[in-house]
């Protein structure tokens, strides 16, 4: 066969019509539509369903809060209470180290930040209180035990007025009892108040608070058991002693009277 022979199409071929083959030229390989519409998508398109479940990273797990770093802020925020504040700053110095430890496993590092100076707060004020107490609280009590002696010289000088306006009525004569009549007839009781007060037991009434013994009094009074706050009169006719009962048990005289 030679160059020039053609092979002819068999039937005609109508004007305007070609085939993939004859368009593109010849030896040039058309693709198929197919192609494009399986491949021509992404690589994502052809990994099946479960491959790309596998391929995703799992979600986060959400890292608790450790315990001891919350009970430190708590106790922190009443540290105004006495000593719970060092329970604070033991906690959270404690949840601190725990927290580091573990490194991202927990969470609450400011929790605990919070309850060990919340508690360091606290403690100082502790601290403080104690001091304070310490040195103030002694001179505080003499205060108090100087006040009520204070007000036992103060029941004992009325003592001494009632027997001294006794003894004008009667001559000079000292009262020996409750029921001792002056030189008008009147017990030596009603001229005492009655709402008379012992300042360290709080008892009221005179007699309560005071009662009479024969003269002489004993040769050591301080040694007499006196009741703190009490009032004893050792009298006769002619003498009188009025002793009261200060702090510790320490009888506190307050007048001496000697016979005519």
């Not at 709402?195 to 709080?202: I, R, S």
Request: net charge negative; charged share 25%.
């Amino acid at each position: 066969m030679g160059s020039d022979d053609r092979i002819e199409p068999e039937g005609p071929v109508e004007s305007g019509e070609l085939t993939e083959g004859d368009a593109a030229g010849p030896g040039v390989e058309v693709a198929s539509d197919d192609v494009g519409e399986s491949g021509g998508g992404g690589q994502e398109d052809s990994i099946p369903v479960e491959e790309q479940a596998e391929e995703r990273p799992p979600a986060r797990r959400r890292r608790p809060v450790a315990g001891l770093a919350v009970a430190s802020y708590v106790c922190g925020t009443a540290t105004l209470v006495p000593f719970v504040g060092i329970v604070a700053l033991v906690l959270g110095i404690v949840a601190r180290n725990r927290i580091r430890a573990r490194g991202e496993d927990v969470r609450g590092a400011g929790l605990a930040t919070a309850g060990v100076v919340l508690g360091a707060f606290g403690t100082s004020l502790t601290v403080l209180a104690i001091v304070v107490g310490f040195v103030a609280l002694p001179g505080y009590l003499r205060d108090i035990r100087a006040h009520k002696e204070a007000l036992v010289r103060a029941n004992m000088k009325a003592v001494q007025v009632a027997i001294e306006e006794f003894r004008l009525w009667t001559g000079g004569m000292c009262p020996m009892g409750w029921q001792d009549p002056d030189g008008r007839g009147e017990r030596f009781a009603l001229l005492l108040a009655n709402d008379l007060a012992n300042p360290f037991t709080g008892e009221i009434g005179s007699d309560r608070c005071i009662q009479f013994e024969r003269w002489p009094p004993p040769e050591r009074y301080a040694e007499s058991a006196i009741e703190a706050g009490g009032i004893v009169i050792y009298s006769d006719r002619d003498r009188y002693m009025v002793i009261g009962g200060g702090a510790d048990g320490v009888p506190l005289v307050y007048v001496l009277s000697g016979g005519p």
